[in-house]
């Protein structure tokens, strides 16, 4: 394996790719600071390319603050697609092979089944449509590319559901969460130990994939979860979408078919349930 570079490494898959690589020994997987391998910065961009000479560069870098894309759409399009946009070019440039992490908010969520990577893309937020957008400029620049999509990440890092759920169950008597917004969590380091066996596999089946834990449950079923599981006091209080208003538009039903990945990888996906637990157990050792 040749020189990974991960870039957007201070985020919350950034740091889970740096768990799972130290536990797995991998060596030549590099970290570099964000003023170090800013995607909008090409001056920069060019140094590490020419320092490391990438045979992977992994982007998780992306602006994530959903509600506040609505309010900030050039700093969001500017991270999401045109430094997706520059990197690609980078590795057009290198010979260096592209995983790029998207989300399920490039869906309109209307569908009461699993999406598949062929079902028709339609954007209903601001984010949505800038991760989607920083889809679309790879490939015309780079054949070499892997798209993940994926959503409802959490892990031991960084700020996510789960650890706010965590905060606010032991800080108040009751919580309302909406219950008819449906997906599925994925825990993140599930997701960054896939990432990593996909470099291993050494394939070339380019394109765009998806990938979750297994199972379907919503915002208040995943909220109930932590709490039962943390042992929380915290009574959960399940709501419609309308009653919880929110400054950007989210999927109803984002539940992703991660068929394509499971048989071009020879994954086994681990259950959401069965990774929240090994999650809240290493939250409580910390």
């Known amino acids: 394996m040749n020189n990974i570079v991960v870039f957007g490494a201070s985020g919350q898959l950034g740091q889970c790719l740096k ?3 130290a536990e797995q020994g991998i060596k030549d997987i590099i970290f570099p600071t964000e003023s170090e391998a800013n995607i909008l910065d090409k ?3 060019k140094a590490t390319f020419d320092k490391y000479k990438p045979a992977y560069a992994i982007n998780c870098a992306a602006y994530t603050a959903v509600d506040k894309a609505e309010d900030d759409q050039e700093m969001a399009s500017k991270i999401n697609k045109t430094g997706v946009e520059n990197l690609s070019i ?3 440039e290198n010979n260096t ?3 790029h992490i998207s989300t399920d908010f490039v ?3 209307n569908k009461a089944r699993p999406l598949t990577e062929e079902d028709e893309t339609k954007p209903i937020s601001v984010y949505g449509q800038t991760k989607l957008d920083g889809e679309k ?3 015309p620049i780079l054949k070499q590319y892997f798209i993940l999509r994926t959503g409802w990440l959490y892990s031991e890092y960084g700020n996510n559901f789960v650890k706010t759920m965590l905060r606010l169950g032991a800080e108040k008597e009751e919580l309302k969460i909406i219950a008819d917004q449906v997906g599925t969590p994925t825990y993140a380091i599930d997701l960054a130990s896939t990432i990593l066996q996909i470099i291993k596999s050494g394939k ?12 379907v449950t919503s915002w208040y079923d ?8 943390s042992a929380a006091k915290v009574k959960a209080i399940p709501v419609k979408t309308e009653e919880y208003v929110t400054r950007a538009t989210r999927p109803a039903y984002s539940v992703m078919d991660k068929s394509k990945i499971k048989k071009e990888f020879n994954l086994e996906i681990p259950y959401w349930r069965d990774s929240l637990i090994i999650c809240l157990n290493k939250l409580q050792q910390q």
Do not use: M, P, R
């Open 204 to 215: 070339t089946n380019f394109g765009t994939y998806h990938y979750s834990n297994e199972g």
């Open 97 to 99: 092979i592209l995983i």
């Open 19 to 21: 768990s799972v690589a």
């Open 90 to 92: 980078f590795c057009a």
């Open 137 to 139: 400029v790879i490939e």
């Open 222 to 229: 995943f909220a109930k979860a932590v709490f039962d599981l």
């Open 107 to 109: 869906f309109e969520g």
């Open 43 to 45: 001056d920069a961009l």
